[in-house]
């Protein structure tokens, strides 16, 4: 019964770290008889798990186990056949011709149609959704055009021909647009459900429908989201559990507590203070490559963060070295640069090794951070104001944090404030800048520097520095041409779309816009009883194909 003691005590665990609480609700769930039910600790709760709305990596986990794409990633990086059974591609590389697989069902019976793929990708790309990916398919043949609002939404490049054929059409050719297809933003919703409650209904059980292996039956608030298994996905027979809890335990010391007491069976995150031992003692940790940058953004929009001579001071400041190797001890990297490590120009080459290092060293260069500090009218730090640091509440960010701030303080003389916000509050602030520096974490979304390089145009939902020409073109010219940079990357190939690509990032860290701290590594703990799982680079979870194994 150890299932079933699992999940009794981990409701009770979080009804007293959590605000939903909901401990009684939760004692009734496995009494019937014993379930395969997969605890996953999420950390926090997701701001949506909506396809086409959420931006995180927390809401990606529960989407990427509930919906399902054309394709979907396998564990070796390759997107594999999925909702679509086969795929055809036109001689030019720009028409993608999908035939969506007999049987395939939405989680209430209903079949899977190519209209539920055209309806959605059109949703993410209607300004009025304000869809934060919606430049994922401006790749689509007028994509662009209609969010900006010069065309209407049946000339963008995507239209289901019968029930079970897609034609998308691209402007150009996009070697990476399989892997795309498997990214939750261009995963299918039901237009039918949407209308029934345009907010929130993904997240409401008595609505929601979803064509992967799970399917959302309780959603808490603050506590946690339960799925169980879509028996009329296509491929139920391979799915071995009976679902999965997504707890929302926020305190890392907390979740890791709930671990060691077989109360939870997968964790992606724990205290770094714990991690020496853990390497040494537990044979289910380990640390996993994962294709991220960890950074602060700077609002280029606000003083005195507006001065780039301010944003150079503080980027030179900080020891990136004693970071990883002191506060955060999972292997990290040192950044200087946005481009991670591990991504390749059309040569093959190291896109980071080529792009240099633009001057940013791994130890502080306190000379140089005083010298623009100086610049910029502050010698020494005299009459700096007060900034503040604000950062998602969680006790390793909180750790970096303060690590950073005494680096400012002992290097430049210069007061910086710590504040925090739960994640689905710090999203938006972070959104709509209303914040002098904010921490900020990017996830490949595929294995193309454009995914960490697109991020920052005028059009991004994502760019939440306010580096946006469209703003003011004088002040943010630069972004501008960083604009032109990217949308020839998108219709070059080659050396000439390499040269675009590292003049784009240059760029960026001319203009400092972001402060690189570390690349990503990913700490994991899985119970040695939970076997099949996957995640790959990108730190996509996929328990579809989990087994438990019998004590």
């Known amino acids: 019964m150890k299932k079933i003691w699992k999940t009794l005590t981990v409701a009770s665990l979080v009804a007293l770290t959590a605000c939903g609480g909901g401990s009684k609700d939760a004692a009734k769930e496995e009494t019937k008889e014993e379930a395969k039910i997969v605890t996953f600790n999420l950390i926090s709760e997701p701001k949506s798990i909506d396809p086409q709305l959420n931006s995180a990596t927390d809401g990606g986990i529960v989407v990427n186990n509930t919906f399902e794409g054309l394709m979907r990633m396998n564990k070796e990086g390759i997107p594999v056949p999925a909702t679509a059974e086969s795929y055809q591609v036109s001689e030019d590389g720009k028409t993608y011709t999908f035939t969506i697989r007999e049987g395939a069902k939405w989680s209430d019976g209903q079949p899977v149609k190519a209209s539920d793929f055209e309806y959605a990708w059109k949703r993410a790309l209607d300004p009025a959704v304000a869809s934060e990916y919606s430049f994922q398919l401006f790749y689509l043949e007028n994509g662009q055009e209609y969010f900006n609002g010069k065309a209407e939404a049946s000339d963008v490049g995507v239209n289901a021909l019968d029930d079970r054929t897609l034609e998308v059409r691209l402007t150009s050719p996009t070697p990476y647009f399989l892997a795309l297809t498997t990214f939750y933003t261009l995963m299918p919703v039901r237009e039918d459900v949407v209308a029934k409650k345009t907010e929130g209904w993904a997240k409401d059980p008595e609505l929601t429908v979803s064509n992967g292996p799970f399917v959302v039956t309780e959603y808490k608030s603050s506590d946690k989201i339960i799925v169980r298994r879509n028996e009329n996905y296509w491929n139920a027979s391979s799915v071995k559990i009976d679902g999965v809890d997504f707890i929302e335990i926020v305190d890392q010391s907390t979740a890791l507590t709930a671990y060691n007491s077989d109360e939870v069976d997968i964790l992606t995150s724990v205290p770094t203070q714990d991690i020496p031992k853990l390497q040494l003692e537990d044979p289910t940790f380990s640390i996993e490559p994962y294709l991220g940058t960890y950074y602060y953004i700077f609002n280029v929009d606000r003083e005195p963060t507006d001065n780039v001579d301010v944003r150079k001071a503080l980027s030179y400041a900080i020891d990136r070295t004693k970071i990883v190797e002191q506060v955060t001890k999972a292997g990290q990297q040192p950044a200087n640069g946005f481009v991670p490590t591990g991504l390749t120009d059309s040569e093959g080459n190291d896109f980071r090794e080529v792009a240099g290092d633009f001057g940013i060293s791994p130890r502080a260069d306190i000379e140089k ?183």
């Open 369 to 551: 951070a005083k010298e623009y500090l100086a610049k910029a009218g502050y010698p020494n730090g005299e009459g700096f104001p007060d900034l503040t640091l604000m950062y998602n509440t969680n006790e390793n960010h909180k750790a970096i944090a303060e690590a950073i701030q005494a680096m400012w303080k002992e290097n430049l003389g210069i007061n910086v404030n710590l504040t925090n916000q739960e994640w689905a509050v710090f999203q938006d602030t972070r959104h709509v800048g209303n914040f002098d520096i904010a921490r900020a974490g990017w996830i490949g979304d595929y294995a193309d520097p454009m995914t960490f390089l697109d991020l920052w145009t005028s059009y991004s939902g994502n760019n939440d520095a306010q580096w946006k020409w469209t703003t003011d073109e004088k002040k943010f010219a630069d972004n501008k041409k960083f604009d032109e940079l990217i949308e020839a990357s998108k219709v070059t190939g080659g050396a000439e779309r390499d040269k675009n690509m590292y003049e784009a990032e240059k760029l960026i860290m001319d203009n400092m816009i972001t402060m690189p701290i570390y690349y990503y590594t990913g700490t994991v703990m899985v119970k040695e009883d939970i076997k099949g799982w996957e995640r790959d680079i990108l730190g996509t979870w996929y328990l579809g194909n989990v087994t438990i194994e019998e004590e």
